[in-house]
Nanobody, 124 residues
Framework: EVQLVESGGGLVQAGGSLRLSCAAS????????IGWFRQVPGKEREGVSC????????YYADSVKGRFIISTDNAKNTVDLQMNNLKPEDTAVYYC?????????????????WGKGTGVTVSS
């Protein structure tokens, strides 16, 4: 059974940091493109960052570039998203997702498996 479970969300003040983790089971994260997405009510789910070990690439949305860092831990079969200098506009439910097409790992339509999400609230 393919599963993705996010953790690490919470409430932080603007300028603070959080580290989200995506734990995968039923597959190896190194063999898939893994993306972090976020969604707020009334908006589309947007790609925040993704990583593809097989492709040797990472992606960051312009809005988070320089603040967020995505990484894999193959020993734990997890993908983490280190979020620094958080802003109120980062408030959202964050989801991790897995797909087989590395070039589409930052696109909602390109991902095949999804976690249930973890909430992040950044207060001003």
């Amino acid at each position: 059974e393919v599963q993705l479970v996010e953790s690490g969300g919470g409430l932080v003040q603007a300028g603070g940091s959080l580290r989200l983790s995506c734990a995968a089971s039923g597959f190896t994260v190194a063999d898939y493109a893994i993306g972090w997405f976020r969604q707020v009510p009334g908006k589309e789910r947007e790609g925040v960052s993704c990583i593809s070990s097989s492709w040797g690439s990472t992606y960051y949305a312009d809005s988070v570039k320089g603040r967020f860092i995505i990484s894999t831990d193959n020993a734990k079969n997890t993908v983490d998203l280190q979020m620094n200098n958080l802003k109120p506009e980062d408030t959202a439910v964050y989801y991790c997702a897995a797909g087989t097409q590395p070039t589409m790992c930052h696109k909602y339509s390109g991902m095949d498996y999804w976690g249930k999400g973890t909430g992040v609230t950044v207060s001003s």
